[in-house]
């Protein structure tokens, strides 16, 4: 995903806070989204050190690799499907607005 830069039209990359061109603030800039999800959910060392998404960092979107062999996991116990789990809702389910 990218934007557009309101100061000099540069496109740049989403996760970016700044302009690549002329520094002006990215508009859609979210801090929550540099966490990752075991800093949000605030997993201890000893779940961490057995997790797939902890050992292969990539816990900014860990949805994007769930696997089956992952249903054993403890946020999937947890939540039971990544739909129900409070990091995805924050990064993916926006309220609807009124019409």
């Known amino acids: 995903m990218s934007w557009i830069c ?3 039209d540069f496109v740049n ?6 302009c690549t061109h002329c520094e ?7 801090e929550s989204r ?3 999800c075991w800093s949000y959910m ?3 060392e000893k779940i961490k050190k057995n997790c797939k998404v902890y050992k292969k960092d990539i816990g900014k979107e ?3 690799f769930m696997e089956e062999d992952e249903t054993d996991s ?4 947890k939540y039971k499907d990544c739909i ?3 990091w995805f809702k924050k990064l993916n389910l926006k309220p609807l607005s009124n019409f």
Not at 24 to 30: E, M, R, T, V
Not at 74 to 77: A, H, R, S, T
């Open 6 to 8: 309101p100061e000099c």
């Open 13 to 18: 990359f989403d996760h970016l806070k700044r």
């Open 24 to 30: 002006a603030i990215n508009p859609i800039y979210d």
């Open 34 to 36: 540099m966490k990752n």
């Open 42 to 44: 605030k997993c201890p």
């Open 62 to 64: 860990c949805w994007f």
């Open 74 to 77: 403890f946020l999937y116990k």
């Open 84 to 86: 129900n789990c409070p």
